[in-house]
């Protein structure tokens, strides 16, 4: 009972506040993102974990934002009932484009299975932001 308003008085902070708890957490970890797989695999540090668990991870975040982002900017217009569509459309183009940056980053290299990585996190992620939505949709 106490996680049902846990999860309801977010989503209530998530539409009252959007800007501080998605668009920019949003554009920060994008960013972020976007650095940490252009720097050279040397400079990156490694913990002994396969990197499809880093990929899927780090997709799974940018879903979860992107996804609640487009939500709350898709509420008052048609659009609302696409916002995992164009998710997972936009992720997936990234993502694509990401591994293709790799290519031209010493010590990178373009990875179909970086790619499916990628992807399941985007699936497992807009899965749990759809339900998160239509929980809370059904308490409001």
């Not at 252009?38 to 996804?67: E, R, W």
């Not at 993502?95 to 497992?124: K, P, T, Y």
Request: glycine fraction near 4%; hydrophobic fraction near 55%.
């Amino acid at each position: 009972m106490q996680l049902n308003l846990l999860v309801n008085r977010f989503y209530k902070n998530i539409l009252k506040n959007p800007k501080k708890f998605v668009y920019i957490p949003l554009v920060v970890y994008w960013i972020f993102l976007f650095v940490m797989t252009s720097l050279p695999t040397i400079g990156v540090p490694a913990f002994g974990v396969s990197d499809k668990f880093y990929h899927f991870g780090a997709y799974f975040v940018l879903a979860v934002l992107l996804g609640l982002t487009l939500f709350v900017r898709s509420i008052n217009n048609t659009l609302a009932s696409k916002y995992i569509i164009y998710s997972l459309i936009i992720l997936n183009a990234y993502s694509v484009f990401d591994e293709v940056h790799q290519i031209f980053i010493e010590g990178r290299f373009f990875d179909w299975f970086d790619m499916l990585a990628n992807f399941c996190g985007i699936i497992f992620a807009l899965y749990i932001v759809n339900k998160f939505v239509a929980f809370n949709r059904k308490l409001n």
